[in-house]
């Protein structure tokens, strides 16, 4: 395998693995927000802003890594 076939493995598994990560823990927080506002409807205004903010950091952070995944796909500082 060459460095360009590398590269493009390891731009799929950054974004793959990041997409998945993401996917799951957006899932489980929205299940246990749910659970949270069944207990205590009183507090759903409150979890609801905490919720939405976390989902803003954790997308961030998988657009994070296909940042890095497009850097290394388009300008790959592997290749000399």
Known sequence: MTNVAFVALACGLIIGLGAIG???GIGMMGGKYLEA???QPELMNALQ?????LVGLIDA??????GIAMLFA?????VG
């Open 22 to 24: 993401a996917c799951i």
């Open 61 to 66: 952070a998988f657009l994070i890594g296909v």
């Open 74 to 78: 388009f300008s790959n500082p592997f």
């Open 49 to 53: 802003t905490k919720m939405f903010l």
């Open 37 to 39: 506002s069944a207990r």
